[in-house]
């Protein structure tokens, strides 16, 4: 399976990362959130919107959600006729929601939607899924990606440093996880490094790599700290994402 960061940034913009979201390539494509800014991103790749019909939420933030009605219209003017929608529970109230206020848009697509609870097990786009509830200030579902062939990725989405989320992740070829501050900022609802290191030593998990993305303005120009705090107490393979990065994972096994 083939990840590809579309958007490594957070609810306050940059000018250099978009919001989240990830592409997932199997059979299959499966995008993973869809913030603001990654439709276009979207649109960069191979397959672009015409060649995603699947969809999958964490959770319905803004910064993971605003994209939606446009990749909906977009997929809509290109010719395509359908689209699945799942995510946790509410996300059918979501998107009739947005729906009612885009009016327009009734009837374009056929639209598939689904909900999927906490510890419950799925397959989307010829992916086996597995959901684990995060640690933040909504309903957050953390996704554990199984391929029929290959080593499965995990998604963290937004979280507090969680020991079992990181336990989670144990047999994956990449955990991609939340971490939006660096230590000197008060936070709650996401991480810290040094948190996040401490979780991940806790939990200590059979882990190819980590990739540190949903970052936010203040973490800019700090990546080699922050590194180093989290290294103090984790001693695997950690990297920053950024849009646009491609890992296959793989090369990772």
Same mark, same amino acid.
């Given at each position: 399976?083939?990840?590809?960061?579309?958007?490594?940034?957070?609810?306050?913009?940059?000018?250099?990362?978009?919001?989240?979201?990830? #592409?997932?390539?199997? $059979?299959?494509?499966?995008?993973?959130?869809?913030?603001?800014?990654?439709?276009?991103?979207?649109?960069?790749?191979?397959?672009?919107?015409?060649?995603?019909?699947?969809?999958?939420?964490?959770?319905?933030?803004?910064?993971?959600?605003?994209?939606?009605?446009?990749?909906?219209?977009?997929?809509?003017?290109?010719?395509?006729?359908?689209?699945?929608?799942?995510?946790? =529970?509410?996300?059918? $109230?979501?998107?009739?929601?947005?729906?009612?206020?885009?009016?327009?848009?009734?009837?374009? #697509? $056929?639209?598939?939607?689904?909900?999927?609870?906490?510890?419950?097990?799925?397959?989307?786009?010829?992916?086996?899924?597995?959901?684990?509830?995060?640690?933040?200030?909504?309903?957050?579902?953390?996704?554990?990606?199984? =391929?029929?062939?290959?080593?499965?990725? !995990?998604?963290?989405?937004?979280?507090?440093?969680?020991?079992?989320?990181?336990?989670? %992740?144990?047999?994956?070829?990449? #955990?991609?996880?939340?971490?939006?501050?660096?230590?000197? !900022? $008060?936070?709650?609802?996401?991480?810290?490094?040094?948190?996040?290191?401490?979780?991940? %030593?806790? %939990?200590?998990?059979?882990?190819?790599?980590?990739?540190?993305?949903?970052?936010?303005?203040?973490?800019?120009?700090?990546?080699?700290?922050?590194?180093?705090?989290?290294?103090?107490?984790?001693?695997?393979?950690?990297?920053?994402?950024?849009?646009?990065?491609?890992?296959?994972?793989?090369? #990772?096994?």
């Amino acid at each position: 399976m083939q990840v590809t960061f579309l958007g490594t940034g957070s609810a306050m913009p940059t000018g250099q990362r978009f919001q989240t979201g990830l #592409l997932l390539e199997a $059979d299959r494509r499966l995008l993973v959130d869809c913030g603001s800014g990654v439709l276009h991103a979207l649109a960069r790749t191979d397959p672009g919107y015409e060649g995603v019909d699947t969809v999958v939420l964490t959770h319905h933030h803004l910064d993971h959600v605003s994209d939606l009605m446009s990749l909906m219209k977009a997929r809509w003017l290109a010719g395509e006729t359908d689209l699945t929608v799942a995510g946790p =529970p509410g996300t059918r $109230d979501l998107v009739n929601g947005l729906l009612d206020v885009h009016g327009y848009m009734q009837d374009r #697509l $056929d639209l598939t939607l689904r909900e999927i609870a906490d510890g419950e097990t799925a397959e989307l786009a010829g992916v086996g899924i597995e959901a684990r509830e995060t640690v933040h200030s909504m309903q957050c579902l953390a996704y554990r990606f199984s =391929p029929p062939n290959g080593a499965p990725f !995990v998604f963290g989405a937004d979280s507090e440093a969680d020991t079992g989320l990181c336990a989670f %992740a144990d047999g994956a070829a990449a #955990l991609a996880h939340d971490c939006s501050f660096p230590d000197d !900022v $008060d936070v709650s609802n996401h991480p810290t490094p040094t948190s996040l290191g401490r979780a991940l %030593a806790d %939990a200590d998990p059979d882990l190819g790599r980590v990739y540190l993305t949903h970052l936010y303005p203040h973490t800019e120009g700090r990546h080699e700290t922050m590194l180093d705090s989290l290294g103090a107490h984790y001693d695997g393979d950690v990297r920053f994402a950024h849009d646009g990065l491609t890992v296959d994972l793989e090369s #990772l096994g």
